[in-house]
């Protein structure tokens, strides 16, 4: 048995007999990490609030090599996610980044740049920042981290430097040069390339605290989604839900 003390970030939990819990969480060095928290659902529970969805805790953790889930020893929580989740819409963009990680992370690799990206955005909810744009930021970025997401430098088919405006070619799920475009591509504004440039190169919580227009953050957002959609094959659960409560 190895015992693990680290860093992590709360994905997921659900309920499991009487008083125990099941918890998916990401760490920095081993990924994501599913483990069970014996009594954790009891009212004096010595794990606290620290196995709630999205908090940052330090938890130790029993690894067994035949079993695939590890046992939660102990749980401190660094910081809750709590306050923001008393606003409907923060609390349902919280529930999407969590899913937007958990569908991406793999568990047993480092994932450290995705470990920051989910700790600076949920951070970022606490503040009075655009919950939209820290969104549209966790989107672009988890493609990027995926190795997903198309350059915008080179055209994907012929490769040479592209200028503005840029094109997307919807067949081929890329970036193209106005050479190489066909009917497929569409022109991408020159606001929504400039959104895609201020995600690459600035923190979320400066980024989501930068006033963008909602027409311009819906198309970078339209944009990863139709990426992320013909990746995954589907859409995410909470993408609906969380559609419908910004639409309100
Ligand atoms: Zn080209």
């Known amino acids: 048995m190895k015992l693990e003390r680290t ?39 010595r794990f606290g609030a620290a196995l709630e969805p999205l908090a940052k805790i330090r938890v130790g953790y029993a690894e067994r090599e035949s079993e695939e889930a590890v046992r939660i020893e102990s749980a401190e929580l ?21 899913e937007t990680v958990d569908t991406f992370a793999s568990s047993g690799d480092p994932a450290e740049l995705i470990y920051r990206l989910l700790d600076r955005s949920t951070e970022a909810l606490l503040g009075d920042v655009a919950v939209q744009s820290v969104v549209a930021y966790v989107e672009v970025w988890m493609l990027r981290l995926a190795g997903i997401f198309p350059s915008t430098k080179n055209c994907m088919q012929c490769g040479e430097p592209m200028g503005r405006p840029l094109r997307f070619d919807v067949k081929q799920e890329g970036f193209i040069c106005e050479s190489c475009a066909t009917r497929d591509a569409f022109v991408i504004s020159n606001d ?19 006033a963008i227009s909602p027409a311009t953050i819906f198309e970078v957002r339209s944009l990863a989604g139709s990426i992320r959609r013909s990746f995954l094959g589907h859409e995410l659960k909470s993408f609906e839900v969380l559609a419908s409560v910004i639409a309100r």
């Open 78 to 98: 660094i910081r809750s996610l709590f306050p923001a989740q008393q606003n409907l819409v923060s609390s349902i963009a919280a529930t999407y980044i969590a």
């Open 192 to 210: 929504v390339a400039d959104e895609l440039v201020a995600i690459g190169s600035t923190p979320v919580a400066e980024y989501a605290s930068r």
């Open 7 to 45: 860093e992590a970030i709360v994905l997921h939990t659900w309920p499991s007999r009487e008083r125990d819990k099941m918890v998916v969480f990401l760490t920095p060095d081993h990924g994501k990490v599913k483990g069970w928290a014996y009594g954790a659902r009891g009212i004096r529970s």
